[in-house]
Structures are given as structure tokens and as C-alpha cells.
């Protein structure tokens, strides 16, 4: 990344896991472009906003997680995705990564780690 602040797009549709997680966006040197309910929102707000990063839970009614990934992967153009999950199934998390998701953060762990997951993430 450049000099310039990372943009984050964030798609979950939980709203209590949306505030969290603006919330700890604000406290950092990131930049929170984009927030999405559902797998179609995200999409559109990627392909409109290009953001650096997308964080994106996998299930979501209608437009799943998987379902955007696949869409961001086979346009090529595509953010770094990190995966905000509850998700324990190893072959959907898989599915994820094959689809070019490159981190995960598990919700019900400590979502504090996700600015350095982040930091990781956009340091190449």
C-alpha cells in the first residue's frame, strides 16, 4: 500500500457486528468506505469504490459471502478479503480461500485483533 489510508469495505449481515466493527475502524488509521448488509451491496460498493480491503462474512441471505467472492475472483479485480466468520467447515472456508479470500477472523473470538490482521494483511 501506498502512503495513503486503506480502504475497507465491510459486508455482514449482522448489525451488531457492523457497529463493532466500524467502531473499531474508526479507532485506526484505516479508512471505512463501504457498508454492506448482503453479498450484492458489497459487490457493487467493490466495483464502484475499490477499496484496498473488503472484510466479509461468508453467510449472508440472498447474495452469500461465497457467492460475492466468486463474482470479485472471476472479474479479476479483486480487494484483499478478509473472511469475518463464525464458520467452522473446513471445506466452505476452503471454498473461501480458493475463491482468493487470504485471512479469517473468527467473530466469536477477539474481534480487537482484527486492525493488526488488517495491518498484515496490506503490508506487501
Known amino acids: 500500500m501506498e502512503n495513503d489510508k486503506v480502504r475497507i469495505v465491510l459486508a455482514d449481515d449482522e448489525l451488531v457486528i457492523r457497529k463493532l466493527v466500524s467502531a473499531l475502524i474508526e479507532q485506526t488509521e484505516f479508512e471505512l468506505v463501504g457498508v454492506a448488509a448482503d453479498g450484492a451491496e458489497a459487490l457493487t460498493m467493490c466495483k464502484q469504490l475499490k477499496p484496498d480491503v473488503l472484510l466479509l462474512d461468508i453467510h449472508m441471505p440472498g447474495f452469500s459471502g461465497i457467492r460475492t467472492l466468486k ?3 472471476e472479474s479479476g479485480d479483486m480487494p484483499i478479503v478478509i473472511l469475518l466468520t463464525a464458520e467452522d467447515q473446513t ?7 480458493r475463491y482468493g479470500a487470504k485471512y479469517r477472523v473468527n467473530k466469536n473470538s477477539r474481534m480487537d485483533t482484527l486492525p493488526d490482521v488488517i495491518r498484515t494483511a496490506t503490508a506487501t
Do not use: P
Open 71 to 73: 463474482n470479485l475472483f
Open 91 to 97: 471445506d466452505i472456508v476452503d471454498d473461501c480461500f
